[in-house]
């Protein structure tokens, strides 16, 4: 198995990725990765480092597309970039998987331009993985490639989403929600009511109408909703996250007495901070592509990068694209 990894576009580029990579061969035996960006550089950090793993290849990409680069452009403005020089590599068989870093709009726009679409889909979705209370995971669909939906869009994404939970965590009918704000089936815009009509007449577990509060109950397994709601609420979650950690960690700093018992449940609030950590799954895979795109969080360091290689080890793996296309030929 191969798979390519950008080496440029985020936080911590370009160090953070090759680190990232070495990790993760280190725990493989059967994977090469391929790391796409400038040789020189790559080269010289990985001499410096006295790195010579015969199963680290490099795709010299000596251009890097930015958070200025109009996203629908850069396929024919910048080819020979890390991205898009990536992207092609799986495009052209020489790799199963790629994984990057980079701006989300432009990965989504040289995927869908070189490596295609999966036949019978029209928008590939966004799908993060996100905890549940009792340990396991829920996938939101989409959660930012579609600001702007039709109901027929909805449905695919809750194909795509029972494909990847059955082939990744061998759920063989998982649960299916439609996020909106409320659970009567009368409840949500437009775009919610018509999908949720169309939801019921498909041959998936479809449970109904969820509220946003219930993402992490563990009541479905995948929560579908167009990419303008699905980011605004992954980045409220990110936010909230973040928010309480910091007010805890100030009201436990705050007297000896919360210190002594900041102490005691230190483990505890370790376990609980790690279940909310982005690094600790990699990325988000970009369901729907003939090939398997894995968007690794743009602050992601060393750890993230090595688990967004494990993602898309696992995607490929386990055949995530080829259950999409069962499911879709149960339509006909």
Request: aromatic share 6%; proline share 3%; with cysteine.
């Amino acid at each position: 198995m191969k798979i390519v990894l950008d080496i440029y576009g985020g936080d911590n580029s370009p160090y953070a990725p090759i680190d990232g990579a070495v990790d993760f061969i280190r725990c493989k035996d059967d994977v090469t990765v391929i790391l796409s960006g400038d040789e020189n550089t790559i080269r010289s950090y990985l001499d410096s480092k006295g790195i010579h793993e015969k199963r680290l290849e490099i795709l010299h990409a000596p251009d890097e597309i930015t958070c200025h680069d109009e996203p629908t452009s850069v396929v024919r403005k910048k080819p020979e970039s890390s991205m898009v020089r990536a992207v092609k590599c799986v495009a052209d068989g020489e790799a199963q998987g790629v994984v990057s870093s980079g701006s989300t709009g432009a990965l989504y726009a040289a995927s869908l331009s070189r490596i295609k679409r999966i036949h019978g889909i029209t928008r590939p979705a966004l799908t993060p993985e996100l905890p549940t209370v009792h340990g396991g995971h829920a996938l939101l669909a989409d959660c930012g490639a579609n600001a702007d939906c039709i109901p027929e869009f909805l449905t695919q994404f809750a194909l795509m989403g029972t494909a990847y939970m059955r082939a990744i965590y061998g759920i063989e009918s998982p649960r299916i929600a439609l996020l909106s704000n409320g659970t009567e089936e009368e409840k949500g815009n437009a775009l919610t009511r018509e999908a949720h009509l169309l939801l019921k007449n498909m041959n998936l577990n479809f449970t109904g109408n969820a509220e946003a509060r219930e993402i992490f109950s563990g009541d479905a397994d995948v929560y579908v909703c167009d990419g303008f709601t699905g980011n605004i609420l992954l980045k409220t979650i990110e936010g909230t996250a973040k928010a309480m950690t910091t007010l805890l960690k100030a009201e436990l700093m705050s007297s000896f007495k919360s210190k002594m018992g900041g102490l005691l449940i230190k483990t505890k609030m370790s376990n609980f901070k790690k279940k909310f950590d982005y690094r600790e799954i990699g990325g988000s895979p970009l369901l729907g592509i003939n090939g398997c795109v894995i968007k690794a969080h743009g602050s992601s360091d060393a750890k993230a990068y090595k688990n967004a290689l494990e993602q898309a080890y696992t995607f490929i793996a386990r055949d995530v694209k080829g259950e999409i296309c069962r499911e879709l030929e149960k339509l006909n």
